[in-house]
């Protein structure tokens, strides 16, 4: 064909590489890219499941907490026999007692029938809370909650391994004692029992408002992590 046919290949050569947007002669608007949303690291924690990582993580320190103090006043002090005694201030001692009931020697098991239907139903006590403990949105709540649930399950392994739980803590005014000889678990129990019932009497309005506050930041925080 000569050079005309060199020429026209040529041409159909360039059009073909030709960016898309200049071929046949004209300008074409290009389509605009759908922004993307960078990656900016960890999705934030949902706060509700953060104060729920809260409680579990206090009801775990309240447990160790309760079992420390217990083995260092009976193997590190060696206050383990019934009637043993030191006294830390003029109005608090340790003095070691054998709690077969429950908190505060309530309900004391006198069988091993006892003992073990009382391991029992304490411990479905304290699957209860933990259920009641993950179905709470406040912080407070769920606090008061975890200190229950530490204090049971620490009272539960000693009554547990040794048949009894372990008392040490004896607070005295004269011979005047407004409780029982406790332990931290009772403490924690005791709290955590007046917070439940104080805040259930008093915080009903306060509560709610929080908890929608929380709800709102949910939904705000699921928004925008589509």
């Given at each position: 064909r000569?050079?005309?046919?060199h020429?026209?290949?040529?041409k ?22 759908r ?43 060696g ?9 830390i ?28 239907g ?20 406040l ?15 620490g009272?539960?392994?000693?009554r ?17 004692r ?8 009772d403490?924690?129990?005791?709290i ?7 805040r ?9 408002a929080?908890v ?15």
């Open positions: 000569g050079c005309d046919g020429t026209d290949i040529r159909q050569v360039r059009a073909l590489l030709a960016p898309a947007s200049f071929r046949d002669g004209r300008r074409r608007s290009m389509r605009p890219l922004a993307r949303r960078r990656p900016t690291g960890c999705r934030p924690m949902n706060p509700i499941m953060k104060n729920r990582i809260i409680g579990c993580v206090t009801a775990l320190a309240i447990f160790v907490v309760d079992q420390l103090t217990k083995n260092y006043v009976t193997k590190g002090l206050i383990d026999r019934v009637g043993d005694a030191m006294e201030l003029p109005f608090f001692d340790l003095r070691f007692t054998r709690n077969f009931g429950v908190s505060l020697g309530m309900f004391e098991a006198t069988s091993p029938e006892m003992r073990w009382l391991v029992l139903v304490t411990a479905l006590i304290a699957l209860v809370v933990t259920v009641w403990m993950m179905r709470e949105k912080l407070a709540d769920i606090l008061a909650l975890s200190l229950i649930l530490g204090g049971a399950l009272n539960i392994k000693d547990y391994d040794l048949g009894y739980v372990v008392d040490f803590a004896d607070l005295h005014f004269g011979e005047f407004p409780f029982l000889i406790f332990n931290v678990a403490a924690a129990i005791t955590g029992v007046v917070i439940v019932l104080a259930a009497f008093f915080m009903g309005d306060k509560d709610k929080e929608d506050g929380l709800m709102n930041s949910k939904a705000a925080d699921a928004a925008e992590s589509k």
